[in-house]
């Protein structure tokens, strides 16, 4: 006996029409193709193609993959699904799981989407699933869409209660975040300060984080005028400073130490004194013959410019002498004795100098109007 198909549409074997009758073989026949075919096969490779049983088997095959593809979808359950639920294993993306037995209001039989612009206000229901459709409002939305960010470095940042905003990233580099409770975001994008200090609030004071280090202080007359160009320092100790300008009130000086120039020359003609290099001059060699000494700030800068009406200066020479002594005719403040007036201790000027010695000459010089001085001088032998 033999079989035939059913049709091209679906092609199925069955008996053939000129077959004798004999009904169980050809049920057999119809359902599995073949009048041979063993019911107890247990390979889906064994199956005749085509045949009832076949078609009837791949299409359980076909819903079995169907059902756990690993594609997104959804399901209402009592039970949140299991990554073991699948297959493969895993709980794909995009797979909505929507409890069946929660308690808001009762149990539904499905999830229902809504795809709008805004948030729906009505007609909702236990399950209601909203997909935002512009996905460009962020006040209401319960995710943050990527709309909202338009440049590298743009921040999120909270405006309100429940309410989020964007401060897009500062158009210079370095600049830095800084609370603003006058703008939208309460933060704004500022400079860094880097360089001078050029202010410090009355009262906060200045404070250093470190022991050791230079602290120069450069005083602007223009805005500190009314308050002398005073700088207070009190209860701080600060290690190796140079601190340039200014006045310390009362300072506790612990073992100071004083800045001497030291210089391997001999004191005669006209013998240069900066103030602003030291206020102690050694001449080490001994002096050639007698000498004028002439104080300034230095070759560029006046004393008379570094000096206020009223302020004094204190400077030592130190002139070693040999077998031949010599001594100071005059003393000179920015290169000429005009508007210097000096007065030596004791009433008189010195006439000569110690020999085989150092003769140290002091001079307080006191400025009591513009290029114009008071000088207290003293010649003291040391041998």
Excluded: C
């Amino acid at each position: 006996m033999a079989t035939e198909s059913i049709g091209e549409l679906i092609p199925t074997a069955i008996p053939g029409y000129a077959d004798a009758a004999d009904i169980q073989a050809a049920l057999r026949a119809y359902h599995y193709g073949s009048y041979s075919y063993s019911p107890a096969n247990t390979s889906p490779s064994n199956l005749v193609n085509p045949s009832m049983a076949k078609t009837i088997y791949d299409i359980q095959q076909d819903i079995i993959t169907l059902e756990n593809r690993p594609s997104s979808g959804g399901d209402v359950a009592t039970t949140a699904p299991q990554p073991g639920d699948f297959t493969p294993s895993g709980i794909p993306n995009g797979y909505i799981w929507v409890d069946s037995d929660g308690t808001i209001g009762g149990q539904p039989t499905s999830a229902t989407s809504v795809f709008t612009n805004t948030a729906p206000t009505s007609s909702l229901s236990t399950g209601v699933i909203w997909v935002d459709k512009d996905a460009t409002s962020i006040t209401a939305n319960p995710f943050i869409p990527q709309a909202v960010i338009s440049a590298k470095g743009d921040i999120l940042i909270g405006t309100a209660n429940d309410t989020a905003s964007v401060l897009n990233v500062a158009s210079t580099n370095g600049y830095i975040l800084a609370v603003n409770s006058s703008t939208t975001s309460g933060l704004e994008w500022i400079a860094n300060d880097t360089g001078d200090i050029t202010g410090v609030t009355a009262s906060t004071g200045l404070t250093g984080g470190g022991t050791s280090g230079t602290v120069s202080l450069a005083v602007d007359t223009s805005v500190v005028a009314t308050t002398n160009n005073t700088i207070a320092m009190s209860s701080k100790t600060l290690t190796t400073p140079t601190i340039n300008t200014g006045i310390l009130n009362q300072p506790v000086l612990v073992s100071p130490e004083e800045r001497m120039n030291i210089v391997a020359s001999a004191a005669t003609g006209t013998v240069a004194l900066d103030a602003l290099t030291s206020g102690s001059w050694y001449y080490t060699s001994n002096a050639t013959g007698n000498w004028v000494l002439n104080v300034r700030g230095s070759a560029s800068t006046s004393l008379n410019s570094i000096l206020t009406t009223g302020d004094s200066i204190t400077v030592a020479f130190l002139a070693t002498q040999g077998a031949s002594a010599f001594y100071q005719t005059s003393l000179q403040v920015d290169g000429t004795t005009s508007g210097v007036t000096v007065e030596w201790q004791g009433g008189t000027a010195p006439s000569s100098g110690n020999a085989s010695s150092i003769d140290v000459y002091l001079f307080n010089i006191i400025k009591t109007a513009s290029a114009t001085y008071t000088v207290l001088a003293s010649q003291t032998k040391f041998a």
